[in-house]
């Protein structure tokens, strides 16, 4: 039993993230042995995350004459400038902006994946993708199913998008769509947490992938996150998630902007509840889910129902979801809707005392 | 169809892009098969691809010249009073300053210099019920149709004051109350449907939109209107950008007022800096569009974007300032209706200068008075996803309720009107 009485909190829970000092982030590239896929030898520097996507973009289309680079205002940089110097470097024929039409676009680049080309599009916010969710829905998600017997398939396509809240983004800047997609299978749907996953998930997604890969990068971490990235070219797994903070007496499930709120959340509740070790794992793999390690390890929509149909007996409390409401995000309540600290830190004491 | 403008376009006698005509059958005799796709197009040996060229570019319609003149002195001046006149170029003035201060004390603004003519002056030429969508560009829609300083400043705040309960970011109005404009979003294109679907229930619409025709949406709602009568004006700012996509890199062919044509809709395309020249091709287009039970038109109004983007835009990274200065000094729409004002003798100096001070101290008292404002009740939150809260909406605001007791330092419910009791 924890010791749970009232503590004096004396921090307030729903501080700013401190990205400079986030335990998730390399600050020194010391700790890179501590992430598979991330090796010492070699130089490393500091990038936040549009340059580290940016430093991906540049390597694959050096590697790869089949890697295009399109979009809407791609050539000039991209509004999170992501695609700085790609067009100068490479050309107006594999870096090029696009007319407004994400319909167009996600249609254009499964035709040329489909004659073996790799198109890595860019949707210029999450919030905007719907009007080619016919194209990633009813096309490139059945792609190689309707081929049958040729193999035809897009594997080449990755679409990437910037999904989450800023804090002032509200309806239409703010949204995470990717759970509509995790439900439609023939995609990889994967987000990383921070510029080394970013640089080394990209390499993976646009060069080795044999499905096609919708890659969502946290907008706010473009700019909040700078931590050490390896220069040279690695690749991270596409399917695998990863255990961030290790702790024997509950599992917290994540991915992306989320991330920093439980990690927050899991220090100062270690801090108050005295004794209470609490792991946090980042799913990295949203669709399809890394099932083995959150059968070993974890508990957690989707996957709450899975775990429970596994481990029934083993769970010493019901999974609990913490989510954004059942609303859209207005502009002047979006601090009330997307989870916070308080809440994930009220969910892991609701658990610890179940 | 006008023989001139027949001749201008440089179609030939046989070319009558007519309204589509339905025929329920089609005769055909052994030599002459009338194909239902294609009802007047006569059959022909010899092999003619039709290309974008073999069309002049379509004209650009202007009432002023450079100078604020009548550019054909042998026209009758404008209908419009002199008090509509000033009218308009308070409420030009009014969107300018208000985007200006937007942008300093607020770092916010979808601003919409260079284009104010096009807003105020074809929602001057609507009636007072028809129904307008629009994008977050057209400040001037508003102010043009009764929105108030304090309504503006509200939203900028999203303070309890503003029609759209604070829950889109600045300058994406609600206002269909006062208005008759559906709430704007930030999604492109998506309300043109929509206006040709209000235009099918009933009466008169007319539709905002910039430069981006090249989503879905407008060409589903342009074939839909055409081929279901809507009387509907499609209104197109073609401003020359969308963020930094010049038109060069957004569409071939003659702009978006040729596309009309594709479509069999009727189209002009009009010097969007010319009030005027605005406010009479709305007027025209909107007797046109009520015309035979309803038809829809298709506007390309003209302009240059004087401005960023938007505040999180450096526009200078994908264009000149020479180029952004002699438009903004030459050839922009508050300029030459001053020039008019001024020719005229309805306007000096002094008073634009009064003018402009007393709308700029107006602006900044509301806005003070919108900062000091509560925010709308906490109940906002949830209220308006569907007409009454669902079992489980219900359920999450006695969740958030807990939250927000068990940690009353995390939030600032005072804020709110009512305070945690107005959840």
Redesign the interface.
């Given at each position: 039993m924890f010791s749970l009485q009232a503590m004096a909190r004396r921090t307030?829970?729903?501080e700013p993230i401190d990205f400079s000092t986030t335990p998730l982030f390399h600050h020194n590239k010391k700790t890179f042995t501590k992430t598979l896929g991330l090796s010492t030898d070699g130089r490393s520097k500091r990038m936040n995350l549009f340059q580290s996507v940016n430093n991906a973009l540049g390597i694959t289309l050096r590697t790869s004459n089949e890697v295009l680079c399109f979009g809407?205002?791609v050539?000039?940089?991209g509004?999170f400038r992501c695609t700085m110097n790609l067009q100068a470097e490479f050309g107006k024929d594999r870096v090029f902006?696009?007319?407004?039409?994400?319909?167009?676009i996600i249609g254009t680049a499964i035709g040329a994946a489909a004659k073996g080309m790799k198109p890595v599009v860019e949707i210029r916010f999450a919030?905007?993708v719907?009007?080619a969710f016919d194209q990633i829905v009813n096309e490139a998600s059945k792609f190689r199913y309707r081929e049958g017997a040729t193999g035809g398939n897009v594997g080449g396509l990755v679409i990437r998008m910037p999904p989450g809240g800023v804090g002032?983004?509200?309806?239409?800047?703010s949204q995470s769509p990717e759970s509509l997609f995790c439900h439609v299978p023939g995609f990889k749907v994967v987000s990383p947490r921070s510029p080394s996953q970013a640089k080394g998930m990209l390499l993976s997604a646009i060069l080795h992938s044999p499905d096609p890969v919708i890659f969502l990068e946290p907008k706010i971490l473009y700019r909040a996150a700078i931590e050490q990235v390896p220069e040279a070219s690695y690749t991270l797994p596409l399917d695998k998630a990863e255990v961030v903070k290790s702790g024997t007496d509950l599992t917290i499930i994540s991915y992306g902007r989320p991330l920093y709120t439980c990690s927050a959340a899991i220090e100062a509740a270690e801090r108050d509840f005295n004794g209470a070790s609490i792991e946090l794992i980042d799913l990295q793999a949203i669709y399809p889910w890394d099932r083995k390690r959150m059968v070993n390890f974890g508990v957690g929509a989707e996957i709450a129902a899975t775990i429970q149909d596994a481990l029934f007996l083993q769970l010493n409390a019901p999974v609990k979801r913490v989510a954004g409401?059942?609303?859209?995000t207005?502009?002047?309540?979006q601090k009330?809707?997307i989870p916070?600290v308080?809440?994930v830190y009220?969910a892991i004491q609701g658990s610890l005392e179940y | 169809m006008d023989e001139e403008l027949r001749k201008s376009w440089g179609l030939r006698d046989w070319c009558a892009p007519e309204r589509c005509i339905r025929w329920s059958t089609t005769s055909s005799t052994i030599d002459i098969p009338r194909f239902p796709g294609a009802v007047n197009s006569p059959l022909v040996t010899t092999m003619n691809f039709r290309t974008s060229s073999d069309l002049a570019p379509i004209p650009t319609y202007r009432v002023m010249n450079s100078e604020g003149y009548l550019n054909d002195p042998n026209r009758q001046p404008p209908d419009v009073s002199n008090d509509q006149a000033l009218i308009w170029y308070k409420n030009m003035l009014t969107v300018n300053i208000l985007d200006t201060i937007m942008f300093e004390a607020q770092r916010q603004g979808r601003v919409s210099a260079g284009e104010e003519a096009v807003t105020v002056g074809s929602a001057a030429a609507l009636g007072p019920d028809d129904v307008i969508t629009c994008q977050y560009r057209e400040t001037g829609v508003f102010q043009q149709r009764g929105f108030t300083l304090k309504d503006f400043m509200s939203q900028l705040v999203a303070s309890r004051n503003d029609p759209g309960k604070g829950r889109n970011i600045p300058v994406h109005y609600s206002g269909k109350q006062k208005t008759g404009v559906h709430a704007v979003a930030s999604t492109l294109e998506t309300q043109i449907p929509h206006a040709v679907g209000a235009a099918y229930a009933f009466k008169m619409e007319a539709k905002e939109n910039p430069t981006e025709t090249s989503e879905g949406d407008f060409h589903g709602a342009l074939n839909m209107a055409a081929t279901q009568d809507c009387p509907v004006i499609f209104i197109c700012r073609n401003n020359g950008f969308a963020i930094s996509t010049p038109t060069s890199e957004q569409y071939c062919g003659d702009g978006i007022a040729s596309r009309g044509i594709g479509y069999g809709i009727d189209a002009l395309r009009v010097d969007g800096t010319d009030i005027f020249a605005v406010y009479e091709a709305t007027k025209e287009a909107r007797r046109r569009a009520l015309q035979d039970g309803g038809r829809p038109i298709l506007i390309e109004f003209m302009s240059y974007r004087v401005s960023h983007h938007s505040t999180s835009d450096d526009s200078f990274a994908y264009r000149s300032k020479g180029e952004i200065e002699s438009w903004k000094t030459g050839h922009n729409p508050l300029s030459l209706l001053l020039r008019w004002l001024e020719n005229n003798g309805l306007c000096n100096e002094t008073m634009e200068k009064e003018t402009r001070l007393a709308i700029r101290k107006a602006v900044l008292a509301e806005l003070t008075v919108a900062e000091s404002e509560q925010k709308l009740a906490l109940r906002a939150v949830f209220d308006d996803v569907y007409a009454e809260l669902s079992e489980e909406q219900l359920a999450q605001k006695e969740e958030l309720r807990r939250i927000m007791m068990t940690f009353p330092d995390e939030y600032d419910v005072e804020s709110h009107e009512g305070g945690l009791a107005g959840l």
């Amino acid at each position: 039993m924890f010791s749970l009485q009232a503590m004096a909190r004396r921090t307030k829970l729903n501080e700013p993230i401190d990205f400079s000092t986030t335990p998730l982030f390399h600050h020194n590239k010391k700790t890179f042995t501590k992430t598979l896929g991330l090796s010492t030898d070699g130089r490393s520097k500091r990038m936040n995350l549009f340059q580290s996507v940016n430093n991906a973009l540049g390597i694959t289309l050096r590697t790869s004459n089949e890697v295009l680079c399109f979009g809407e205002d791609v050539a000039f940089g991209g509004v999170f400038r992501c695609t700085m110097n790609l067009q100068a470097e490479f050309g107006k024929d594999r870096v090029f902006n696009t007319p407004l039409t994400e319909q167009g676009i996600i249609g254009t680049a499964i035709g040329a994946a489909a004659k073996g080309m790799k198109p890595v599009v860019e949707i210029r916010f999450a919030d905007y993708v719907f009007p080619a969710f016919d194209q990633i829905v009813n096309e490139a998600s059945k792609f190689r199913y309707r081929e049958g017997a040729t193999g035809g398939n897009v594997g080449g396509l990755v679409i990437r998008m910037p999904p989450g809240g800023v804090g002032h983004g509200a309806l239409y800047h703010s949204q995470s769509p990717e759970s509509l997609f995790c439900h439609v299978p023939g995609f990889k749907v994967v987000s990383p947490r921070s510029p080394s996953q970013a640089k080394g998930m990209l390499l993976s997604a646009i060069l080795h992938s044999p499905d096609p890969v919708i890659f969502l990068e946290p907008k706010i971490l473009y700019r909040a996150a700078i931590e050490q990235v390896p220069e040279a070219s690695y690749t991270l797994p596409l399917d695998k998630a990863e255990v961030v903070k290790s702790g024997t007496d509950l599992t917290i499930i994540s991915y992306g902007r989320p991330l920093y709120t439980c990690s927050a959340a899991i220090e100062a509740a270690e801090r108050d509840f005295n004794g209470a070790s609490i792991e946090l794992i980042d799913l990295q793999a949203i669709y399809p889910w890394d099932r083995k390690r959150m059968v070993n390890f974890g508990v957690g929509a989707e996957i709450a129902a899975t775990i429970q149909d596994a481990l029934f007996l083993q769970l010493n409390a019901p999974v609990k979801r913490v989510a954004g409401w059942t609303t859209h995000t207005g502009l002047a309540y979006q601090k009330y809707i997307i989870p916070d600290v308080a809440r994930v830190y009220d969910a892991i004491q609701g658990s610890l005392e179940y | 169809m006008d023989e001139e403008l027949r001749k201008s376009w440089g179609l030939r006698d046989w070319c009558a892009p007519e309204r589509c005509i339905r025929w329920s059958t089609t005769s055909s005799t052994i030599d002459i098969p009338r194909f239902p796709g294609a009802v007047n197009s006569p059959l022909v040996t010899t092999m003619n691809f039709r290309t974008s060229s073999d069309l002049a570019p379509i004209p650009t319609y202007r009432v002023m010249n450079s100078e604020g003149y009548l550019n054909d002195p042998n026209r009758q001046p404008p209908d419009v009073s002199n008090d509509q006149a000033l009218i308009w170029y308070k409420n030009m003035l009014t969107v300018n300053i208000l985007d200006t201060i937007m942008f300093e004390a607020q770092r916010q603004g979808r601003v919409s210099a260079g284009e104010e003519a096009v807003t105020v002056g074809s929602a001057a030429a609507l009636g007072p019920d028809d129904v307008i969508t629009c994008q977050y560009r057209e400040t001037g829609v508003f102010q043009q149709r009764g929105f108030t300083l304090k309504d503006f400043m509200s939203q900028l705040v999203a303070s309890r004051n503003d029609p759209g309960k604070g829950r889109n970011i600045p300058v994406h109005y609600s206002g269909k109350q006062k208005t008759g404009v559906h709430a704007v979003a930030s999604t492109l294109e998506t309300q043109i449907p929509h206006a040709v679907g209000a235009a099918y229930a009933f009466k008169m619409e007319a539709k905002e939109n910039p430069t981006e025709t090249s989503e879905g949406d407008f060409h589903g709602a342009l074939n839909m209107a055409a081929t279901q009568d809507c009387p509907v004006i499609f209104i197109c700012r073609n401003n020359g950008f969308a963020i930094s996509t010049p038109t060069s890199e957004q569409y071939c062919g003659d702009g978006i007022a040729s596309r009309g044509i594709g479509y069999g809709i009727d189209a002009l395309r009009v010097d969007g800096t010319d009030i005027f020249a605005v406010y009479e091709a709305t007027k025209e287009a909107r007797r046109r569009a009520l015309q035979d039970g309803g038809r829809p038109i298709l506007i390309e109004f003209m302009s240059y974007r004087v401005s960023h983007h938007s505040t999180s835009d450096d526009s200078f990274a994908y264009r000149s300032k020479g180029e952004i200065e002699s438009w903004k000094t030459g050839h922009n729409p508050l300029s030459l209706l001053l020039r008019w004002l001024e020719n005229n003798g309805l306007c000096n100096e002094t008073m634009e200068k009064e003018t402009r001070l007393a709308i700029r101290k107006a602006v900044l008292a509301e806005l003070t008075v919108a900062e000091s404002e509560q925010k709308l009740a906490l109940r906002a939150v949830f209220d308006d996803v569907y007409a009454e809260l669902s079992e489980e909406q219900l359920a999450q605001k006695e969740e958030l309720r807990r939250i927000m007791m068990t940690f009353p330092d995390e939030y600032d419910v005072e804020s709110h009107e009512g305070g945690l009791a107005g959840l």
